[in-house]
């Protein structure tokens, strides 16, 4: 199998096969992250994918999901994607989901016919980095997208029968704006309607242009608390039906997870509740001094 730099997946993808398809970001200048610095872009042959794939079929005796490997691997074009899609089926055809990661960009570049013949094919639930439904978030964090070419774009994957997760990042307009960015992201996601929301909470990476920026006292990080009442605002705004609330990465306080709108009261109470468990002191520190004490929540 061949896997090069550091390999990332959804946690919801654990149980996925992993082919690598694209090496390093296409895009890697969000100002948060380095998770590809060092790791020159790259698109893997067909034939190191056709090997991967007869590798995998060797040990594996059936397979449901397959998720490219890659930054987002969505940037490929829809024929070397839909050469990649036929060649899936013709060693694994039992599969039912070819999954990846995907930015809002890389569907800016295919027509509506072509996101239908992709989905035609079993590509679907695409994994997507919105972090925010605000502007200038966005274009703080360096997304490479205004909020109207999201909107834009995941509407047409919505036209397309294409499902796709969100990603949202809690804490990603800093510890003065976060109600207005749980209340425009809410928008946004009532709006594009995901089939699942993936939330996350802000984690500067050392080196990255954020992270000087916080050093500098250019940037306030959310407190602990602040991240948990922003989760909550986010919540108590969703309307949607039948998407699934995914809270339970690692850099949450309070892993919480469910269906909307049938568990969202639940979900509220266990925050509510969660959050009432830890010590003032510890709701009012944020991530660069480290959570003390957070014991209490494991």
């Known amino acids: 199998m061949t896997y090069t730099g550091p390999v990332f997946r959804p946690p919801f993808e ?3 096969l992993l082919i690598e398809v694209t090496s390093g970001c296409s895009h890697n200048a969000c100002t948060f992250c380095t998770m590809y610095r060092g790791v020159p872009f790259r698109m893997a042959p067909m034939e190191q994918i056709e090997q991967d794939l007869r590798e ?5 005796r ?3 999901r397959i998720f490219l490997n890659g930054a987002a691997p969505f940037v490929l ?4 994607l839909k050469a990649i899609a036929k060649k899936v089926s013709e060693i694994f055809p039992e599969v039912e989901t070819i999954a990846m990661y995907a930015a809002v960009k890389n569907v800016m570049d295919k027509t509506d016919e072509e996101l239908r013949q992709l989905r035609a ?8 980095g919105i972090e925010s439904g605000m502007d200038e978030v966005l274009r703080h964090l360096n997304k490479g997208f205004t909020l109207e070419q999201a909107r834009t774009q995941l509407r047409r994957l919505n036209a397309a029968g294409i ?8 804490g990603a307009a800093g510890a003065e ?3 207005e960015n749980a209340a425009a992201s809410a928008q946004l996601l009532n709006e594009v309607r995901p089939y699942l929301i993936f939330l996350a909470t802000l984690h500067v990476d050392a080196g990255s242009p954020l992270y000087e920026e916080l050093r500098a006292g250019a940037f306030a990080e959310n407190t602990l608390g602040q991240n948990i009442q922003e989760e909550l605002e986010l919540l108590r ?6 998407t699934a609330f995914f809270g339970l990465h690692t850099s949450n306080v309070i892993p919480v997870a469910g269906t909307l709108p049938e568990d969202k009261d639940r979900l509220i109470e266990m925050l509510e509740k969660g959050m009432a468990k830890i010590p003032a002191r510890i709701l009012d520190s944020r991530p660069e001094k480290g959570y003390e004490g957070m014991a209490i929540l494991s």
Not at 56 to 60: L, W
Not at 237 to 242: K, M, N, P, S
């Open 14 to 16: 654990a149980n996925s």
């Open 177 to 179: 704006k976060w109600r």
């Open 163 to 170: 499902d796709f997760s969100a990603n949202i990042i809690l």
């Open 62 to 64: 059936s397979a449901k």
């Open 121 to 128: 094919l079993g590509i679907n639930e695409l994994n997507i």
């Open 77 to 80: 074009s829809a024929d070397k």
């Open 56 to 60: 995998m079929r060797r040990v594996h």
């Open 237 to 242: 705004r969703l309307e949607l039906d039948g």
